[in-house]
């Protein structure tokens, strides 16, 4: 029987890939903001989905091959993570 799974996608740049937003919020914001210690920021795009699917891990196939087939991201630049659990 189904059951409803909140699926989180996470889209990032890739580590070698610049990140002109993340550098922005932490030279403009986080450092002027007196946090020094904080060494860098990495920004990313976060998706929420509610799936109707078998178990957690149904529900993960299913967003990957959405994300993939729609193109939701691009693999050639970005990272895409895709976890659930239970709604």
């Given amino acids: ?5 909140l699926v989180q996608v996470i889209i990032e ?13 932490h030279r403009d ?16 795009k976060m998706l929420k989905m509610t799936v109707n ?9 299913t967003v990957q091959k959405l994300c993939e087939e729609l193109r939701i991201f691009n693999p050639v630049v970005s990272n895409c993570t895709v976890k659930a659990s239970k709604a």
Avoid at 34 to 40: E, H, I, W
């Fill in 1 to 5: 029987m189904a059951q409803k799974f």
């Fill in 53 to 61: 699917a078998n178990s957690e891990k149904d529900a993960e196939k």
């Fill in 29 to 44: 914001l986080v450092v002027k903001g007196g946090y020094s210690q904080v060494k860098s920021v990495r920004a990313a």
């Fill in 13 to 25: 740049n890739k580590p070698y890939i610049n990140d002109p937003e993340g550098e922005t919020i």
